[in-house]
């Protein structure tokens, strides 16, 4: 056996992007898979138990990126997945003529695959103008969820 049979191609520790979770156990303001899209649960309404003896869940939500309405409707005693979502903070560094943008953590550690949000349509232009060409330090909020990243506010820092 040669070394070169056990090429490794990546480091990451194998998590998954969804955990599964039974419908019931979902509550407003949590988060959810609809159509493979992550979303923000916005309401929930639960049905009686029919003659087939489920109850059913009928989950109306916000996908988290595009601020799209979605509807679900699952037996509450059945199982679905839920998005590991993360919220991270960062400094923007740069914002390039194509709308991306190069950001740093507290730790130094930089960012640049990330681009100025396309949802809101405003949100775009009103980050341009509060950095300035860099004249002003802002911080911006970048939510993570199944391999998605985008940023979600962002504040003007006083001086």
């Not at 489920?54 to 509450?76: R, W, Y």
């Not at 300035?132 to 979600?152: D, K, R």
Request: net charge negative.
């Amino acid at each position: 056996m040669s070394d070169s049979e056990y090429a490794i191609e990546s480091a990451d520790a194998g998590a998954s992007s969804t955990i599964p979770m039974e419908a019931g156990q979902i509550k407003k303001g949590g988060y959810m898979m609809i159509k493979g899209k992550a979303c923000k649960v916005l309401s929930i309404s639960v049905s009686k138990t029919g003659k087939h003896g489920h109850a059913k869940c009928n989950f109306q939500a916000v996908d988290i990126f595009t601020g799209k309405k979605l509807e679900d409707m699952v037996p509450s005693s059945h199982g679905t997945t839920v998005p590991v979502v993360t919220r991270t903070e960062w400094e923007i560094i740069d914002i390039g003529d194509e709308d991306e943008v190069t950001l740093m953590d507290e730790a130094g550690n930089q960012k640049t695959d990330v681009n100025l949000p396309s949802v809101p349509a405003e949100m775009a232009q009103d980050i341009r103008d509060a950095w300035a060409e860099g004249e002003n330090q802002v911080t911006c909020s970048v939510q993570a969820a199944i391999g998605l990243e985008q940023i979600i506010s962002f504040k003007k820092e006083s001086e």
